[in-house]
């Protein structure tokens, strides 16, 4: 069992940054991969990013390659979203996510267990 806490959203005007963080509970961290998904008003849920369970790899949405950047600390278990150059349209709920495996998870379905969100609003 792994509970998943997110923290560090919040409001921020166009072209600033934030940090989200994800805290996880549980001895076994380093054995899953972790996503962060979004979900603005009105629409489906959307991948983000995600990371491996060394933190070797990572992979992007196209809409926020460049700009958000996933990382890891397994001796903290935490996982970390810095979004820079902020955005009207990334304006969601934020959702941490941890999928058992060494891979990398664009999916929903491949994750098992999920934080519960944390709100982006981006003003223009």
């Known amino acids: 069992q792994v509970q998943l806490v997110e923290s560090g959203g919040g409001l921020v005007q166009a072209g600033g940054s934030l940090r989200l963080s994800c805290a996880a509970s549980?001895?076994?961290?380093?054995?899953?991969?972790m996503g962060w998904f979004r979900q603005a008003p009105g629409k489906e849920r959307e991948f983000v990013t995600s990371?491996?369970?060394?933190?070797?790899?990572?992979y992007y949405a196209y809409s926020v390659k460049g700009r958000f950047t996933i990382s890891r600390d397994n001796a903290k278990n935490t996982v970390d979203l810095q979004m820079n150059s902020l955005k009207p349209e990334d304006t969601a709920v934020y959702y941490c996510?941890?999928?058992?495996?060494?891979?990398?998870?664009?999916?929903?379905?491949?994750?098992?267990?999920w934080g519960q969100g944390a709100q982006v609003t981006v003003s223009s």
């Open positions: 996510a941890a999928a058992m495996g060494g891979g990398i998870y664009s999916r929903e379905t491949s994750y098992d267990y």
């Open positions: 549980g001895r076994t961290f380093s054995r899953y991969a």
């Open positions: 990371i491996n369970n060394s933190g070797s790899t990572t």
